[in-house]
């Protein structure tokens, strides 16, 4: 297996752009977004990222997984089946594809977001079939079924 180089990085160096919530989506206040990416898989599948915001009130409409990591300030973030909820430095939440997240930022907010695309049923029931039977050859001789005769 050929392994790739790592890239390091420090994430105050990090340079974020300008990324506008969609106008439809404000609630409340005129909350300014910034991001980068910060890595991504070669599929195109995978991906992170850092955001901050300033302060307003806002749905969130995901259409990819993300798992969010709190790294400053606070926002309280709820959906249609959870309550409103203060999340800090240090937390960890993850929404679901489809989820219609409602957040509110009193001053501002930054975090790191990994991003998943979900993968078809019939993909993931592959991949596992795949590492599997990885499994298995893998195995010394003398435990591996497929290597006895």
Known sequence: MKYKTLVPASIPCVKLASAPIPASWVREGNPVARSAILSHSADGAAMTLEWDCTAGKFDWIYDIEETIYITEGCA???????????????????????????????????????????????VTLGVLAIRKMRQLISRPAETNPLRQA
């Not at 240090?90 to 695309?117: M, P, Q």
């Open 76 to 122: 309280f973030i709820g959906t249609e089946k959870s309550p409103m909820r203060k999340y800090q430095p240090g937390d960890v939440l993850t929404l679901s594809s489809g989820t219609v997240a409602h957040w509110k930022v009193d001053n501002y907010v930054r975090k790191i977001a990994f991003l998943r695309l979900p993968q078809p049923r019939f």
